[in-house]
Each structure stands twice: as C-alpha cells, then as structure tokens.
C-alpha cells in the first residue's frame, strides 16, 4: 500500500461544482502539503500544514481552501472549481527538520488528475 | 517565492552523460534536491545535497553544487532509456516547503 494515499486519481467536473480531494498518510509526519502541476509550469503550493493546528497559505492558495481533519488527513476543497484549475494535484508530507535527522525531503502521492469542464 | 530555474528539454542517446542544471535565488537554501518524475506518476526524491558540499555523488548519479553562482547540476552517467523522466530542482526555504523548477524532461534515445 501507498504510504502517501490520494483520492479520486482522477476527476471530472463541471465549472461552479465544488470538488474535495483527499489524502491521507501512514508515515506518521505532521508536514503535509498540496501542489498543483502544470505543464511547463512545474509545482506551485497550495497550502501547507504544518500540525493539525497549523495551515498557511502557498503561492497559489486563491480559489482554494483547505482542511486537517488529522494529523494523517489533508484534504483540498475547490468550492467553485473553474476550468483555469484544471491540473494535477499532488499531495506531500515529511518530517519535521531537526538537527541533521532529516533532510526535508517531501514523500509524494501519486496525483489526483482534475479536469474541469 | 524564491526562483528556482531549469531547462525545459534535453535529449541525449542511451549511454551517454546527461547533465541537468538548474540555478536557484535563494542564498538560504541549506538542503537542494533532484526529484524524478516518471510519466504518471509521482515525484520520487533522487538525491539531495547539503549546501555545506560541492558535490555528491551516488552509483551512476553526480551533483554538483556552486553555492557562489548558486548553480546546482545533476549528471547522470551511462544514460538508460530507463532513465527518460521529468527532473525537478528544488530548494528548501525557511519555512521548509519545496520550492521546485519547471522541470526538465530528458528523452533518451536508442
């Protein structure tokens, strides 16, 4: 099983309807995060959490919202999904830095591909 | 945020070097990281680097690091068709999120 878990892998919508997608995680960090890739555009962040009790902004959060329902769930809401957020969209966790336990590195899930029509 | 560059496209034929480069803005930056992407799929962490090394290297892979120019590079040698991904370059900011590149997409040829 994914360590890294998202859901739908893929989804179509309609312009206006309001979409959830979900991630949920057994590697037990408290860091999670959601991007957005684009064609020659690369990652850009979403949002980012940091503990249940933490959320902030990314570089592209307008048009998003965001929720941590537990430390091993993150889920991204669009309330009125528009064809400019059509992408894939990918969810990340990682450890915490300390010391030299831990690179940061972001462990990945395997993307949820939205469409909106 | 901080920019984080890399090349679109590069094409090489199966058992030559490859080199990605990547330059990045931030002189902060303590961890830098190569990401491979495999079509549908994920990211998946290459390698990374500590930006107190110059170089790193690691079976067929090398990255080279010049904090000067800030010019980060991954060489792969012996270049698989295996091997034909999208290579990100990114960089860790003070709040600890991934600033990434574009994204390099290496084709590899017979």
């Known amino acids: 099983d994914a360590d890294v878990t998202q859901t739908p892998r893929n989804r179509i919508t309609k312009t206006g309807k309001r979409i959830m997608l979900e991630c949920s995680q057994t590697k037990g960090h408290d860091r999670m995060y959601w991007y957005r890739q684009d064609p020659g555009l690369g990652l850009r962040l979403i949002y980012y959490s940091f503990d249940v009790k933490d959320i902030n902004k990314g570089e592209i959060s307008d048009g998003y919202s965001v929720s941590r329902q537990a430390q091993a769930k993150f889920s991204l809401s669009l309330e009125s999904a528009i064809p400019n957020q059509t992408a894939l969209y990918f969810c990340a966790t990682s450890d915490p830095i300390s010391g030299t336990r831990n690179t940061g590195e972001l462990f990945f899930g395997e993307g949820s591909r939205l469409t909106v029509l | 945020g901080e920019d984080v560059e890399q090349s679109l496209f590069l094409s090489v034929r199966e058992g030559d070097s490859s080199v990605i480069n990547c330059t990045y803005t931030?002189?902060?930056?303590?961890?830098l990281y190569w990401y491979k992407q495999e079509p549908g799929a994920g990211l998946q962490l290459l390698t990374y680097i500590f930006s107190n090394m110059d170089m790193k290297q690691d079976q067929r892979l090398t990255v080279l690091l010049n904090k000067k120019d800030k010019h980060l590079s991954l060489r792969i040698a012996d270049t698989q068709t295996g091997d034909s991904a999208i290579y990100f370059c990114?960089?860790?900011?003070?709040?600890?999120?991934?600033?990434f590149g574009k994204g390099t997409s290496l084709l590899v040829t017979p």
């Open positions: 931030d002189s902060s930056s303590t961890y």
């Open positions: 990114a960089e860790r900011d003070s709040g600890y999120a991934l600033n």
